[in-house]
């Protein structure tokens, strides 16, 4: 995974991560998506609503990045 140092993450504009608002899991590449995926559960503080919103997100970045998604939606995380 490309590592991205605090100043470029700062300088990620909000679409490219999967929680906009909180600006949490980066999604600009193959592996921040992989990793955002991997991660979605750990992510506190949001409702479900907002992680409707990521997953939606991280489905559309995960199909232009190649990453192919064994599940249907976040809620089978971890199934």
């Given at each position: 995974?490309?590592?991205?140092?605090?100043?470029?993450?700062?300088?990620?504009?909000?679409?490219?991560?999967a929680?906009?608002?909180?600006?949490?899991?980066?999604?600009?590449?193959?592996a921040?998506?992989?990793?955002?995926?991997?991660?979605?559960?750990?992510?506190?503080?949001?409702?479900?609503?907002?992680?409707?919103?990521?997953?939606?997100?991280?489905?559309?970045?995960?199909?232009?990045?190649?990453?192919?998604?064994?599940?249907?939606?976040?809620?089978?995380?971890?199934?």
């Amino acid at each position: 995974m490309s590592k991205l140092s605090a100043e470029d993450r700062d300088d990620l504009p909000a679409k490219e991560f999967a929680f906009q608002k909180q600006r949490k899991e980066p999604i600009e590449d193959a592996a921040h998506v992989r990793a955002a995926i991997a991660r979605f559960n750990q992510v506190k503080g949001v409702t479900d609503k907002e992680r409707d919103e990521a997953w939606a997100r991280i489905e559309r970045a995960a199909k232009k990045h190649g990453v192919e998604i064994e599940e249907g939606n976040w809620r089978e995380i971890g199934r």
